[in-house]
């Protein structure tokens, strides 16, 4: 099994920053593609930003500019900076990871718990 633990959460005022940690631990074998998402209160869970084992990035347009992702291979770790952030950001965010706990076996999805992150106007 993989497990994702997620850190970096809290408050912050509009304008501010700050970075979210999700580190990956358990039976690993390999590690494709990492994202976070979020949720809003009585909202669908929408995708942020994700990033391919070799490094591509995607973002969703709302954040474009202002986050950024990144992950460190070698400690199973994906990072997200915020900056310049608005209330609407306010949401819990939750990592995910595609990974495959044996060689050459299926790659399934693996969700953090989620973090709150809320940003004061």
């Known amino acids: 099994q993989v497990q994702l633990v997620e850190s970096g959460g809290g408050l912050v005022q509009a304008g501010g920053s700050l970075r979210v940690s999700c580190v990956a631990s358990?039976?690993?074998?390999?590690?494709?593609?990492m994202a976070w998402y979020r949720q809003a209160p009585e909202k669908q869970r929408e995708l942020v930003a994700s990033?391919?084992?070799?490094?591509?990035?995607n973002y969703a347009d709302s954040v474009k500019g202002r986050f950024t992702i990144s992950r460190d291979n070698a400690k199973n770790t994906v990072y997200l900076q915020m900056n310049s952030l608005k209330f609407e950001d306010t949401a819990v965010y939750y990592c995910?990871?595609?990974?495959?706990?044996?060689?050459?076996?299926?790659?399934?999805?693996?969700w953090g718990q989620g973090t709150q992150v809320t940003v004061s106007s």
């Open positions: 995910k990871v595609r990974a495959s706990t044996k060689v050459r076996g299926p790659e399934y999805d693996y």
């Open positions: 358990g039976s690993i074998f390999s590690i494709n593609g």
């Open positions: 990033i391919s084992r070799g490094g591509y990035t």
